[in-house]
């Protein structure tokens, strides 16, 4: 690895720390974290993830034991922290089943009653599993869970979107802050879902002032998709950088053909920030659904989780289908960018590239 520019040297410092060889992380992603894209990625020298949002635990100590067992290397496990439980109002989600039932199969009356899994089982799992790091999204972890982890020696990645929530993770003991800008695909990680939105900030501001609020490293997250992107992360002051969509097409992620085709062809403004998959504001492809649900007189989707079990039909029958118009296909804003090579590849070359451009 080369080490002249201070860039570099602060990159390095931070893979050393985690036993990286390249300060490349895959980005943790729920339903597109399959092993053989999280074992090419640490074999590359950077740091597999798991999104276990969706998981039991037994399903995820089986991902880890599989992992392992293929000679996977330094990993990340990533959970949700859950916002409040959200109101009901029966009369809305019969209006969005009947909206939802034009748009796929018809939505049973029971659908909105979608379970989470047990937070706190899946945190005491991860203590169990010992990955190298925990990494949150949408809030702060439970104080008690952190002692835990500090005590089991697994570092704490914190997701924040803002300023005042990087100081806030930085308060409660984050080992590392992973600043994620608007420009990111899949779901904002504000820890109040109703400003997610109004609060989306891109990478280019809020990198350099979450870098200058907090003193431990900063990885960076949204948008990264090349080795230009990686080396003006690490110029702003990261220590790393956290791509997800950008490893979407490659033949370990083995996404659904209709989404890494929607890919190819996405435009940054082709993407949209929409609530009409799961209620929490997340970034997708602008497909038909995704325009119509945002469209004058369309019903205003519910809140996370009810809204993802409403959109569970049309989402699975489409993806069956390959019928991207329907289908949950997040996607960043430099989805375009994203190529079609192993993953390994990808992030050798986003490193290369990256240590070329600084010198
Ligand atoms: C399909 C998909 C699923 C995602 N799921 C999660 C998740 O479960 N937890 C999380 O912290 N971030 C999740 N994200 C966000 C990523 O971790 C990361 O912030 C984002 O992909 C970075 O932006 P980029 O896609 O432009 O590289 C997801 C992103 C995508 C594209």
């Known amino acids: 690895m080369s080490g002249r520019h201070p860039a570099l040297l602060r990159a390095q410092a931070f893979a050393s720390r985690f036993g990286l060889q390249i300060p490349v992380l895959m980005a943790p992603m729920a339903g597109a974290s399959p092993v053989a894209l999280a074992k090419a990625v640490a074999q590359a020298g950077g740091m597999g993830a798991l999104g276990a949002l969706l998981m039991e635990p037994a399903a995820f100590e089986a991902w880890v034991t599989r992992y392992r067992a293929e000679g996977g290397g330094p990993l990340q496990i990533n959970l949700w922290v859950p916002d409040p439980p959200p109101r009901r109002d029966a009369a809305h989600e019969t209006a969005l089943r009947d909206f939802l039932g034009r748009h796929g199969p018809s939505v049973p009356a029971d659908a909105g009653d979608a379970p989470l899994q047990d937070f706190h089982a899946q945190c005491q799992a991860l203590l169990a599993v010992r990955p190298t790091a925990v990494s949150s999204i949408m809030g702060l972890l439970p104080p008690a869970f952190v002692a835990q982890l500090k005590a089991a020696g697994i570092a704490w990645f914190a997701t924040v979107t803002t300023v005042a929530e990087a100081r806030a993770a930085e ?32 990478l280019f ?76 504001w997340g970034r997708a492809l602008a497909t038909a659904y995704v325009q119509a649900a945002a469209a004058p007189g369309a019903p205003e989707p519910a809140p996370y989780p009810v809204q993802r079990g ?45 240590c070329e451009l600084l010198g």
Do not use: K
Request: hydrophobic share 55%; charged share 15%.
């Open 310 to 354: 409403l959109t569970a039909a049309m989402r699975e029958t489409a993806a069956a289908a390959h019928d991207l118009q329907h289908l949950q296909a997040w996607a960043g804003q430099a989805a375009a960018l994203a190529p079609a090579l192993p993953a390994g590849e990808v992030v050798r070359g986003l490193w290369a590239g990256a």
């Open 205 to 280: 501001a809020l990198l350099p002032q979450v870098v200058d609020a907090v003193q431990v490293p900063v990885v960076a997250t949204g948008g990264v998709a090349d080795a230009r992107g990686v080396a003006a992360a690490l110029l702003l002051g990261a220590s790393a950088v956290q791509p997800g969509t950008a490893l979407l097409r490659t033949p370990e992620a083995a996404l659904n053909p209709a989404w890494a085709q929607g890919l190819v062809a996405a435009t940054p403004e082709g993407t949209r920030l929409t609530r009409a998959f799961s209620g929490r």
């Open 171 to 202: 308060a409660a003991g984050a080992d590392v802050i992973v600043a994620q800008g608007a420009e990111a695909g899949g779901h904002r990680g504000a820890f109040e879902a109703e400003v997610a939105r109004d609060q989306a900030v891109g």
